[in-house]
Each structure stands twice: as C-alpha cells, then as structure tokens.
C-alpha cells in the first residue's frame, strides 16, 4: 500500500504545480471542504484529534488563501474576500472550541458557494484575459 500512497503523493505533486491559478484556488476549496468534512465526521465519535487537525489544515488553507489575495489590483473583491476568509476563521476557531459540527456545516455550505462562484469566474476568465480586465475582476494571484 505505500508504494501506492507516494505514486498518489507525486501524481498530486504534479497535479498542483502545473495547475493555473483558478485550478489552484478551487483545489484550496476542494481541500478545505474535504477536511471539514472529516471533521463533521468524528464529531460524533468523540475523536476531537482528528477533528482538531482537521480544522488547523482548514484554517491553514485560509490563511493561504488570504495570504494570495492580490489586494492592489483586486479592489473591492478582493477586500471582501479577504474579510469573509478571516470571519470563516474565527467561526472555525469558536467549532473547534465548542466542538460544534453545525458551526462546521456552515462554513463548509459558505466554502461550497465560493467555490461555486470562483468556477462560474474561472469560465469567463478567457474572455476577461481578451479584454484585459482579468486582474480587476479576479483580483488572485497565487505568489509562491
């Protein structure tokens, strides 16, 4: 089974460093979601370790995403963006204090619509490149 997990590992390795900016921000939301998930999972069977690390990748994942917010040419998108990612923070902060799935349900049903909206963005991204104005409407950039 491990040779299989490090084929796995180098495939998303690979996966992840030829990916275009938008492919990465939905990736981001894709693991943040999965992670809740699992979270919400073991809520009920009282294993908090998984729950708590579980919630440390999402808020990992946030900060990322918050960290890559291009804040000068993003505008107003990217202000708000960046003020929904820091109250899904301490909305993760007050779940993994309380142990709270319902708190977790939430963020992870606020996740899902950013998602949403950043995949109906990535699809009008080619005709925003044509005319210029992708930076102002995205308003992302991945800095590594």
């Known amino acids: 089974m491990v040779p299989n997990k490090k084929l796995y590992d180098a495939y998303k390795d690979t996966e992840v460093q030829t990916a275009d900016q938008g492919k990465l921000i939905i990736m981001?939301?894709?693991g943040a979601i999965r992670f809740l998930n699992i979270a919400v999972e073991?809520?009920?069977f009282r294993t908090y370790d998984i729950?708590?690390?579980?919630?440390i990748k999402t808020q990992d994942i946030l900060t990322e995403l918050?960290?890559?917010l291009n804040m000068d040419?993003?505008?107003e998108i990217a202000k708000n963006l960046f003020n929904i990612y820091a109250y899904l923070k301490k909305r993760l902060l007050e779940a993994n204090i309380k142990k709270d799935?319902?708190?977790l349900k939430e963020i992870i049903k606020h996740l899902t619509n950013l998602k949403s909206a950043w995949e109906e963005a990535i699809k009008k991204a080619p005709l925003e490149r044509t005319t210029g104005t992708q930076k102002q409407v995205v308003g992302f950039s991945i800095q590594g």
């Open 66 to 68: 918050m960290l890559s």
């Open 42 to 44: 073991n809520m009920d």
């Open 73 to 75: 040419q993003g505008g």
């Open 28 to 30: 981001l939301y894709d």
């Open 51 to 55: 729950v708590n690390n579980n919630i």
């Open 101 to 103: 799935a319902e708190i």
